[in-house]
């Protein structure tokens, strides 16, 4: 199966600063998402993005495929940004396993 | 909005015992998807899905098993519950028809 690596492992930021999470993929992916995981459990969707660009609000992703990799950039850091970030990706078309990352733990202080 | 629901966030069990983890979902999605979360691993899945009475093992399927007896429902259960199952449980499902997958909120096992 395709393997996951997410960089860096943990991260620690001042409330305001900007940050990049990176995802790196060992194969051609049909399927790559970002999620949020909140202190309480809940892992939130963030972005479905197998390439290109998208942005939502404070938050935007990039997929080069071709290259595989993705990113994914917080602009104005919040307090509320803490939390577990995981990318998980699925192999080619056909499949529906998600295999994910070991996750960037993202602690913003104010 | 997808909502997968699932039956308990909070579980205390006992060494040996029988012990069954329920997950809804109301979008009527085709796929549906069990995974442990333990630090330092990510989440890895244990079984998933894809139709009523199918089932596939995913990465780590020892020691469990899973039932869906409708398109809704997916229960995952430990014949008998090691403390090495304590654990964060995930159920997920989606849809061919829908980019992404929808995860509940968690079910937090302690096997004692």
């Known amino acids: 199966g395709i393997q996951v690596e997410q960089s860096p492992p943990d991260l620690i930021l001042q409330e305001g600063a900007n940050s990049t999470l990176r995802c790196n993929f060992s194969?051609?992916?049909?399927?790559l998402q970002w999620f949020h995981q909140n202190p309480w459990g809940q892992l939130i969707n963030l972005f479905y993005?197998?390439?290109g660009t998208k942005q939502n609000g404070r938050l935007s992703a990039t997929t080069v495929a071709t290259e595989r990799y993705s990113l994914l950039y917080i602009s104005s850091s919040q307090t509320t940004d803490s939390g577990v970030y995981f990318c998980?990706?699925?192999?080619?078309?056909?499949?529906?396993?998600?295999?994910f990352g070991k996750g960037t733990k993202l602690s913003v202080i104010p | 909005d997808v909502k997968v629901t699932q039956s308990s966030r909070y579980l205390v069990k006992r060494t040996g015992e029988k012990v069954f983890l329920e997950c809804v979902q109301d979008?009527?999605?085709?796929?549906m998807f069990w995974y442990r979360q333990d630090p330092g691993l990510g989440l890895r899945l244990i079984y998933f899905s894809y139709d009523v009475k199918m089932k596939e093992k995913g990465d780590i399927p020892e020691g469990y098993s899973v039932s869906r007896e409708k398109k809704e429902r997916f229960s995952l259960i430990l014949e008998s519950a090691s403390t090495n199952q304590t654990s964060m449980y995930l159920c997920?499902?989606?849809?061919?028809?829908?980019?992404?997958?929808?995860f509940g909120q968690g079910t937090r096992l302690t096997v004692v």
């Open positions: 997920a499902s989606s849809t061919p028809g829908q980019p992404g997958a929808f």
């Open positions: 194969d051609s992916v049909n399927n």
């Open positions: 993005i197998p390439s």
């Open positions: 979008m009527d999605h085709e796929n």
């Open positions: 998980a990706a699925t192999p080619g078309a056909g499949s529906y396993q998600l295999t």
